[in-house]
């Protein structure tokens, strides 16, 4: 069942809970990562693709995957996604690389995404349902599938280059 319901409210309800349980808090918190459970997939979320503006559903990305939930208003978002794309650019033969704004309008992603020179494909979640389905509350927040499409990896907070990579390895293993 795909959650596609597009209500003022609860817009602003679901940015404002991702934005005070997120980047506003202290940066030095402690990273989380966790292994998934075998058979675990990706949630069906209607998302919007920034480029074309189309709709398609998170479950539908295909592994192996790098997928990343971020905002502009996230400091650590921020920094990591010029790492996000090195990686992509190293390993695109690999691995498809996701982007995904949380809560924002179009032009507000484009702008930042230019300013960084992230070039993989990204999606818009204004409501953020993404958030909600993958159990999270705070950002940025990356997930790594397997060729099969099962989770690898839910990783909370920054990553670095080395932590994206290691990811992956894991994932294609």
């Known amino acids: 069942m795909t959650v596609s319901v597009r209500g003022p409210l609860y ?3 679901a940015a404002l ?10 940066d030095t918190a402690p990273l989380a990562a966790t292994r998934e459970a075998s058979g675990t997939t990706l949630p069906d979320v209607e998302l919007v693709a920034l480029d074309d503006e189309s709709t398609s559903s998170l479950a539908d990305i295909e592994g192996p995957a ?3 939930l971020w ?3 996230c400091a650590p978002c921020r920094r990591e996604i010029p790492d996000f794309e090195e990686v992509n650019r190293a390993r695109r033969d690999e691995v498809t690389f ?5 809560g924002e309008d179009a032009a507000r992603a484009r702008e930042f995404l230019e300013e960084v020179g992230a070039s ?9 349902f993404a958030v909600t ?5 705070a950002m940025p927040v990356t997930i790594v599938i397997d060729g099969n499409g099962f989770i690898s990896t839910r990783h909370l907070g920054p990553m670095d280059q080395d932590d994206l990579n290691d990811a992956i390895d894991e994932a294609l293993t």
């Open 11 to 13: 817009a602003v309800v």
């Open 71 to 73: 905002a502009t208003w």
């Open 98 to 102: 996701v982007g995904i704004n949380i």
């Open 120 to 128: 993989y494909d990204q999606y818009l979640d204004p409501d953020g």
């Open 66 to 68: 790098v997928i990343n």
């Open 17 to 26: 809970a991702v934005f005070v349980a997120a980047c506003g808090s202290d």
């Open 133 to 137: 389905e993958l159990r999270t509350s």
